[in-house]
T-cell receptor, first 115, second 114 residues
């Protein structure tokens, strides 16, 4: 059974600081997604990582994927209050030969950015 | 159109009621999904439809009945629910034809069972 583990689960940061959220998963996959969720809202897609060594950046967020280590990271640079939200990583398992995926989510990291 | 539209946004129902959740997309995606998200938990997959056929049922109780009447619509029929079924229900869609490379999620239906 695929397990996806994020850490930390809670992250309280000061504005301007840097930090990294880690996402470990237990079985082989080369497709990993990062989502943001604001309270009471749906999931907003942040990054789609499709191969080993993939690195993507958008604003103050940068995500990377190491499929050999089964590890993805979400790095936050110079945090601002607007980044406060819950961040989920999700690993996609495509049942070989099928035409759909199957997302398994990590527990989520609740990020709070303080002035 | 790059959206997945879910209706209603909020639903309160009694344990003896029958109601339906609706999901619609016009992106040509042929895989559609229902996820359930309890408060402060990650989403969990319930059902997957591929080319309008049920491909995955993650051992969901029969009081939840999915339906995919055409390539743009996905319904979730609810009957005799329990209070513990209260949650955010998310619909998603993705491309097919090989590896799905991204999912589009709807805004969700917040369901309260009383």
């Amino acid at each position: 059974e695929l397990k996806v583990e994020q850490n930390p689960l809670f992250l309280s940061m000061q504005e301007g600081k840097n930090y990294t959220i880690y996402c470990n998963y237990s079985t082989t996959s080369d497709r990993l997604y990062w989502y943001r969720q604001d309270p009471g809202k749906s999931l907003e897609s942040l990054f789609v990582l499709l191969s080993n060594g993939a690195v993507k950046q958008e604003g103050r967020l940068m995500a990377s994927l190491d499929t050999k280590a089964r590890l993805s990271t979400l790095h936050i640079t110079a945090a601002v209050h607007d980044l406060s939200a819950t961040y989920f990583c999700a690993v996609d398992r495509n049942a070989g030969g099928t035409s759909y995926g199957k997302l398994t989510f990590g527990q989520g990291t609740i990020l709070t950015v303080h002035p | 159109d790059t959206e997945v539209t879910q209706t209603p946004k909020h639903l309160v129902m009694g344990m003896t009621n029958k109601k339906s959740l609706k999901c619609e997309q016009h992106m040509g995606h042929r895989a559609m999904y229902w996820y359930k998200q309890k408060a402060k938990k990650p989403p969990e997959l319930m059902f997957v439809y591929s080319y309008e056929k049920l491909s995955i049922n993650e051992s969901v109780p029969s009081r939840f009945s999915p339906e995919c009447p055409n390539s743009s619509l996905l319904n979730l029929h609810l009957h005799a629910l329990q209070p513990e079924d209260s949650a955010l229900y998310l619909c998603a869609s993705s491309l097919v034809g090989g590896v799905p490379v991204g999912y589009t999620f709807g805004s969700g239906t917040r369901l309260t069972v009383v």
